[in-house]
């Protein structure tokens, strides 16, 4: 089956440690995306990438890093820049970037102990 | 001003009505517009994207949109348990970024 998944699904963070979310997937999907979602926000673009090698900041990008080694992977971390960083963490692909049609992983939930 | 707006609700049906969600955008330029459906704890999925003026029928949801007002709405109809969650309006705009409004929580009482 084709899918979005997102790893790990819940994790805990102290303050000053960098932590690392996983998206991979295998729909084919030139387009993916970074998304954090707040309680009664909606969703926030944080990076997005069109092609391997390459990727744009969204509109909140500060204290996060992104990387497109692969066109399955677009893994998203986390550093210790990022004040607020507790939130819910979609990542999303589409079969090309100027499309609405995303499909989004599972989530991951990161919380700052 | 935010880019796309919402009504906050919660909005409350009981089973078998019609649920009206409304939303307006602020960038005349807009070209796409979708409708997204999260229930709680998930992620979003895809439930209508419209592109032109007017309705689209898919099921019991209906998209409607009029560009010259900016607004964009989802009708559900026959509302059921399984409609309750939360729907997202999301707007494309012209540089490739997808907005999404805040969120409309519906919940249908059996």
């Known amino acids: 089956d084709g899918g979005i998944t997102q790893s790990p699904k819940y994790l805990f963070r102290k303050e000053g440690q960098n932590v690392t979310l996983s998206c991979e997937q295998n729909?084919?999907?030139?387009?993916m995306y970074w998304y954090r979602q707040d309680p009664g926000q909606g969703l926030r673009l944080i990076y997005y990438?069109?092609?391997?090698?390459?990727?744009q900041k969204g509109d909140i990008a500060e204290g996060y890093s992104v990387s497109r080694e692969k066109k399955e992977s677009f893994p998203l971390t986390v550093t210790s820049a990022q004040k607020n960083p507790t939130a819910f963490y979609l990542c999303?692909?589409?079969?090309?970037?100027?499309?609405?049609?995303?499909?989004f992983g599972e989530g991951s939930r990161l919380t700052v102990l | 001003q935010k880019e796309v707006e919402q009504n906050s609700g919660p909005l409350s049906v009981p089973e078998g009505a019609i649920a009206s969600l409304n939303c307006t955008y602020s960038?005349?330029?807009?070209?796409?517009f979708f409708w997204y459906r999260q229930y709680s704890g998930k992620s979003p999925e895809l439930i209508m994207s419209?592109?032109?003026?007017g309705d689209k029928e898919d099921g019991r949801f209906t998209a409607q949109l009029n560009k010259a007002s900016q607004y964009v709405s989802l009708l559900i109809r026959d509302s059921q348990p399984s409609d309750s969650a939360t729907y997202l309006c999301a707007v494309n705009l012209d540089d490739y970024k997808l907005s999404f409004g805040a969120g409309t929580t519906v919940t249908v009482r059996a």
């Open positions: 729909l084919n999907h030139d387009a």
């Open positions: 999303a692909s589409s079969i090309l970037i100027n499309t609405g049609e995303l499909f």
């Open positions: 960038d005349r330029g807009s070209q796409s």
């Open positions: 990438s069109q092609i391997v090698n390459d990727f």
């Open positions: 419209i592109y032109s003026n």
